[in-house]
């Protein structure tokens, strides 16, 4: 089946540390295609966080670091801040839908 | 940097046809995959299909018999008309530029859309 699994929600204090895990199948993640993460502010469209697994695009702080291995992946964020309150939605490439699928999305709430 | 714009009609009827337009610039709309995502009130991301600049496409199997993504490059524009629309359709629609990774191999690892637009609410009602 062509899904990846997110937790809802996840939460932590201002300079914690928080993961948000992804888990995929044979389809995606277990063979091999890459994980990306974006975050999204409610109200705005979302923002390319994390690509090619463990990769931050040019702006993005080095707060946030992304890993994969076999069909899991996570997303790491040190420091937490206020701002960092948003959904986060991990995608990979499905090859049962030759396309691109979107994990459920996890609401990060900064306590 | 590219920058994306959506836009069309905020009020669809049902069973007629939802039609986007999703201009480029900044950039040209050449050498690259564009796409379209939307996201359901309340719901999360599900992506509609890309269009390469020649005009190749891939489509969400769910939604394939109903969609149709075009580009035109002499406008550095692409759109999206998807038919048959309910209320199950209502959605942000967001267009955004879909980047592949492949090794030297041929391999492919996949893509991600790297540049969004700001997304425009489409509303399915009588």
């Known amino acids: 089946q062509s899904v990846l699994t997110q937790p809802p929600s996840v939460s932590g204090a201002p300079g914690q540390r928080v993961t948000i895990s992804c888990t995929g199948s044979s389809s995606n993640t277990g063979s091999g295609y890459d994980i990306h993460w974006y975050q999204q502010v409610p109200g705005t469209a979302p923002k390319l966080l994390i690509y090619g697994n463990n990769n931050r695009p040019s702006g993005v702080p080095d707060r946030f670091s992304g890993s994969k291995s076999g069909t899991s992946a996570s997303l790491a964020i040190t420091g937490l801040q206020a701002e960092d309150e948003a959904d986060y939605y991990c995608?990979?490439?499905?090859?049962?839908?030759?396309?691109?699928?979107f994990g459920g999305g996890t609401k990060l709430t900064v306590l | 940097q590219v920058q994306l714009q959506e836009s069309g009609p905020g009020l669809v009827k049902p069973s007629e046809t939802l039609s986007l337009t999703c201009t480029v610039s900044?950039?040209?709309?050449?050498?690259?995959?564009w796409g379209w995502i939307r996201q359901s009130p309340g719901k999360g991301l599900e992506c509609i299909g890309y269009?390469?600049?020649?005009?190749?496409?891939n489509y969400n199997p769910s939604l394939k018999s109903r969609v149709t993504i075009s580009v035109d490059t002499s406008k550095n524009l692409f759109s999206l008309k998807l038919n048959s629309v309910t209320a199950a359709d209502t959605a942000v629609y967001y267009c955004a530029r879909h980047l592949d990774h492949y090794e030297g191999s041929g391999y492919y690892y996949g893509g991600w859309f790297d540049s969004w637009g700001q997304g425009t609410l489409v509303t399915v009602s009588s």
């Open positions: 995608q990979s490439y499905d090859s049962s839908l030759s396309g691109s699928l």
């Open positions: 269009v390469y600049y020649t005009g190749i496409t």
């Open positions: 900044g950039g040209s709309i050449s050498n690259y995959y």
